[in-house]
């Protein structure tokens, strides 16, 4: 990751914080105090391992935008990793990472990932794990008569 990618997602990082307390949302990032991460180009990635909500969604966003770029140029993708930080957020509760993991299961229903059969598992996977009613409609998008 470049020095100006790391301050881009450091100014980000800020003000997700900043808006997140200005608006009484429900996750609190940890305090600089309480982080043991350097002040590095991976410090986002080390606060997302440590729990931080925040950082958790810009790594998974940072992902999803990454591979949807990929998408955009007439390849496929590699979702795995927005899909897992997606579902952890959604299992945590928070509202955006529900947003993000949409894109991702969206992106597998119109057949954007590297493994077909893969995605196929996956939207089957969190149809039966997490409440998410638009996922039969995205499993017979990619695979018709299957989402049973």
Not at 42 to 50: G, H, I, K, L, S
Request: charged content about 30%; some cysteine.
């Amino acid at each position: 990751m470049t020095v100006s990618k790391h301050k881009s997602l450091f100014k980000k990082f800020l003000t997700l914080t900043a808006c997140s307390v200005l608006l009484g949302h429900g996750s609190v990032a940890i305090s600089n105090d309480e982080s043991k991460c350097p002040k590095d180009e991976n410090w986002v990635q080390c606060r997302a391992q440590e729990g931080d909500v925040l950082a958790i969604y810009m790594v998974a966003r940072e992902s999803y935008d990454r591979e949807y770029e990929k998408v955009k140029e007439g390849g496929l993708g590699d979702f795995s990793e927005a899909l897992v930080f997606g579902r952890e957020l959604v299992d945590r509760g928070e509202r955006n990472g529900k947003r993000l993991l949409k894109m991702v299961h969206l992106q597998l229903s119109w057949g954007n990932h590297v493994n077909r059969d893969q995605a196929l598992a996956w939207l089957k996977e969190d149809n039966q794990q997490r409440e998410l009613d638009y996922l039969p409609v995205l499993i017979n998008r990619l695979a018709p008569g299957s989402a049973n």
